[in-house]
């Protein structure tokens, strides 16, 4: 029933937080039931770019985007990790998802 519905997750903790670790559980869950998951990570969660939980995520489809500001902020290195957007695009996932939660 959820196969080709469209999530959108932010979050915003840093990756040692609980929240992060959630935000990580519901995408992998969605993604089990055929939901597109767009994920946007943002101030501290930015440094868990690269964890490799969220990496695997990433290879079995979610769309992985991170905040290039907060990026900057915290003199992280822009790369292919993720896509490293603006805050127009939290609000396109927001206009443009079936459901958006956020992890803070």
């Given amino acids: 029933m959820l196969h080709g519905k469209k ?3 932010l979050i915003s903790t840093h990756p040692n937080q609980p929240g992060f670790h959630h935000g990580l559980g519901v995408a992998e869950a969605a993604l089990a039931e055929g939901v597109d ?3 946007y990570c943002i101030d501290d969660a930015v440094k868990g770019v690269g964890d490799a939980r969220l990496q695997a995520l990433k290879q079995k489809g979610v769309k992985l985007y991170a905040c290039a500001y907060g ?3 915290r003199n992280l290195p822009l790369s292919d990790l993720a896509i490293f957007a603006g ?3 939290v609000s396109d996932l927001m206009a443009g998802t079936d459901r958006f939660i ?3």
């Fill in 87 to 89: 805050l127009t695009v």
């Fill in 102 to 104: 956020s992890f803070n």
């Fill in 37 to 39: 998951v767009y994920l």
């Fill in 7 to 9: 999530l959108g997750i």
């Fill in 71 to 73: 990026a900057q902020r």
